[in-house]
DNA sequence: TTATACTGATACTAAATTAGTATCATTTAT
DNA sequence: ATAAATGATACTAATTTAGTATCAGTATAA
């Protein structure tokens, strides 16, 4: 049961990062290259992002993504319904053909019942939120000596995207 | 969002269906007709039900599957691990590669928090709770002289199984 | 004024998962 | 014997998810 897709993942990774860099532009490329995540899935990504008005982007050279609304505002589950649509949608079209199969129906409420519950969770986590966690969590990562918050796994999949024309 | 996809559905309604005629074996073109599921489709499903204990099925003339385990003691969570796999497992090989990925982390955090919670709760409804609510609704549904636990809505998508050779 | 570093828009391909179909062998009741 | 069933398993089709590519346009700065 996969809960989240790519989309999602690295969309909200890289609001992360944005959220490190509140007020500054910061280009695909870099989110790219710190995150691991392949760089024209995140294009599309950003775009999708700016469209949906939680950033805004600066064309041209030093351009980039910015942060346009304040991390508490940015629930997770917007994220989600952006990228995978609303959490509750069981295929189940309420009573519009009022319960033909019961077998059915009485199975949905229950699933009803628990999408409501992650819906609800999903909505309380705030991009601000994640972002104490990640300080804290860097904060005492620091105290042991480790470096920045940055990728080292996933060897960029991406063989190499001349961009140059 | 999808949470269940059409072997889990198809499962547990098959599993109600057994769960009204318990002790009995029911075939699979029963369930199939009954329920408007896809024959073979269904066919493969019960296989698996039976493998997992869930059911047991007799051969020949007659035959037919038949519910083994208490309804009380079949959680839609097992029916829903069978086909889709466990609740748990963001990709998040927990700290086998300890954190490498900061941002992910935290956000794994938060996921395998609510995987937890939807877990529990698949795991607290049992084939029996469903039954109770289906005869409840099936009671006062006929009060209102609607007919049978049957299935109305979807004219089964298969042409002709022509099972004859 | 041109090269460079960006985004916008959009079309495309590839991989993975989910859904559904088909076939043949075997068992059992009548 | 025949019909009605399951066991096992291979296959195809449809959908969704993941990833790639291309071209046009804009801002910066040498
Ligand atoms: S309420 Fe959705 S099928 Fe009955
Ligand atoms: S605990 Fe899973 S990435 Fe840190």
């Known amino acids: 049961m996969k809960v989240l897709t790519k989309n999602t993942d690295y969309a909200i990774r890289a609001l992360l990062v944005l959220g490190t860099h509140e ?5 695909a490329r870099q989110i790219s290259q710190q995150q691991g995540i392949p760089y024209q899935f995140l ?6 992002l700016n469209k949906n008005g939680l950033t805004t982007s600066r064309e041209g050279a030093h351009g980039g993504v ?6 508490d505002a940015i629930r997770v589950r917007d994220v989600i319904e ?11 079209m309420f009573r519009k053909q009022i319960c033909a199969n019961r077998a059915s129906c009485v199975l949905r409420h229950e699933i009803m019942r628990i999408e409501e519950i992650v819906s609800r969770e999903f909505g309380q986590i705030t991009l601000g939120k994640l972002l104490t966690d990640l300080t804290k969590l860097n904060a005492t990562a620091t105290m042991e000596h480790t470096d920045e918050f940055e990728i080292i796994n996933s060897g960029s999949h991406e063989k190499t995207d001349s961009n140059h024309r």
Chains 1, 2 share one sequence.
Not at 23 to 27: A, F, H, K, L, P
Not at 43 to 48: A, F, G, T
Not at 66 to 71: F, Q
Request: glycine letters at 8%.
């Open 82 to 92: 952006i990228f995978q649509g609303k959490v509750e949608l069981s295929e189940c």
């Open 43 to 48: 294009r599309r990504i950003l775009q999708e």
């Open 66 to 71: 910015r942060l346009e609304k304040n991390p």
């Open 23 to 27: 007020g500054e532009y910061v280009s």
